[in-house]
């Protein structure tokens, strides 16, 4: 099946600074979508990219689809402590009906 | 319009007994996935229903069981639970299975304790 790496596993950023981590998939997507999630809540869906080289953007949140299809970034500017959580990209391949293959997250830790 | 509503929020059950766990989908989904997720292994999928069929199946035992209604509300049933089983069960809802396109939505997950 379809494998999705996910980097950097945890970030330790002081406020203020910026933060990018990225997904890389063995096989092409044609959705790349990106989660939130908070202790013991479930993921919030941030934003959602459907075409190649598309480049979407939500307040401090940007993500762009590489224009392979196989990867993803997700950049968060000004890093403030609420966003302090868990990140997900999670992918949907191209085909009849698959099902969505979720990154293994990125911890966040945003230092005062 | 209301999200994705799962019920319990927590549960405690010992060994060998079974367990259900309710999702009801944002109104007008079809779709309903399923995942476990426990500190080391993330976010894992169960199953997927779409207008009561299951589409996808992920890789669990047959312990681990679904359902789909007509109202698109969902049940999935754990059979003699294991300590393994203890995890954060979360349900997504989505408009359509299988469509690239289409987001998925969490609901905030039952967090089940196996003792």
Known sequence: GQQLNQSPQSMFIQEGEDVSMNCTSSSIFN???WYKQDPGEGPVLLIALYKAGELTSNGRLTAQFGITRKD???NI???IP??????????????SARQLTFGSGTQLTVLP | KAGVTQTPRYLIKTRGQQVTLSCSPISGHRSVSWYQQTPGQG???????FSETQRNKGNFPGRFSGRQFSNS???MNVSTLELG??????CASSLTAG???TEAFFGQGTRLTVV
Do not use: H, M, N
């Open chain 2, 73 to 75: 509300r969902s049940e």
């Open chain 1, 77 to 79: 500017s000004a890093s």
């Open chain 2, 85 to 90: 089983d203890s995890a954060l069960y979360l």
């Open chain 1, 31 to 33: 959705t790349w979508l």
């Open chain 2, 43 to 49: 976010l894992q999928f169960l199953f997927e229903y």
């Open chain 1, 82 to 95: 609420s966003d302090v959580g868990i990140y997900f990209c999670a992918g949907k391949p191209s085909g």
């Open chain 1, 72 to 74: 993803s970034f997700l």
């Open chain 2, 99 to 101: 469509t690239g396109g």
